[in-house]
């Protein structure tokens, strides 16, 4: 199955900075590619994904660009408030929804950001 | 549309008793999976369904775990025989079609 490897925390940074959180896949298809965040004391939240190379996923300020050829899939934003302040997951899809569609998903261990004021 | 709904919250058993989850699926959704997360990592697969059928189950981690979906509704996971490393949160998501939406899970502790 596929695999993700994800930039380890903890990150801790102030707040309008700029975080960065990289991802990188191995696949031996077209996964689609997630962005999930944990809030404290809540459930995962889906927050952005994208589905074929190129794509750009947004939501909330945040961004990620599926980039096949660097097999990454990087989640960026430019000024993070208090309320970022959560663990992040990249996932990925297991084998190709060309030919499976379904939704299994492989994890990253997850990256805690913690926004002071 | 209250979400993915699972109960208890919360379990705390004795090593070696029989435990039973429960996921109620948002309601339209007709795939449902089960993963567990261990603190410090990623949420892992373990078996998803399809309306009642259960198309994958070769990643359930031992023989005590199983999975149901009688109904293709509510999904129930049933660990026998608890083990202390058996303790984790358990999480189900429900889709229809793309990606799933999580519940907030149950988090066992085996003593």
């Known amino acids: 199955g596929n695999s993700v490897t994800q930039m380890e925390g903890p990150v801790t940074l102030s707040e309008e900075a700029f975080l960065t959180i990289n991802c990188t896949y191995t696949?031996?298809?077209?996964?689609?590619l997630f962005w999930y965040v944990q809030y404290p004391g809540e459930g995962l939240q889906l927050l952005l994904k994208?589905?074929?190379?190129?794509d750009k996923g947004s939501n909330k300020g945040f961004e990620a660009t599926y980039r096949k050829e660097t097999t990454s899939f990087h989640l960026e934003k430019g000024s993070v408030q208090v309320s970022d302040s959560a663990v992040y997951f990249c996932?990925?899809?297991?084998?190709?929804?060309?030919?499976?569609?379904?939704?299994?998903?492989?994890f990253g261990a997850g990256t805690t950001v913690t926004v002071r004021a | 549309d209250t979400g993915v709904s699972q109960n208890p919250r919360h379990k705390i058993t004795k090593r070696g008793q029989n435990v039973t989850f429960r996921c109620d699926p948002i309601?339209?959704?007709?795939?449902l999976y089960w993963y567990r997360q261990t603190l410090g990592q990623g949420p892992e697969f373990l078996t998803y369904f399809q309306n009642e059928a259960q198309l994958e189950k070769s990643r359930l981690l031992s023989d005590r775990f199983s999975a149901e979906r009688p109904k293709g509704s509510f999904s129930t996971l049933e660990i026998q025989r608890t083990e202390q490393g058996d303790s984790a949160m358990y999480l189900c998501?429900?889709?229809?079609?793309?990606?799933?939406?999580f519940g907030s899970g149950t988090r066992l502790t085996v003593v």
């Open positions: 994208a589905t074929k190379a190129d």
């Open positions: 696949a031996t298809g077209y996964p689609s």
């Open positions: 996932a990925a899809t297991e084998g190709s929804l060309r030919s499976s569609n379904d939704y299994k998903l492989s």
């Open positions: 998501a429900s889709s229809k079609t793309g990606a799933g939406t």
């Open positions: 309601s339209e959704h007709n795939r």
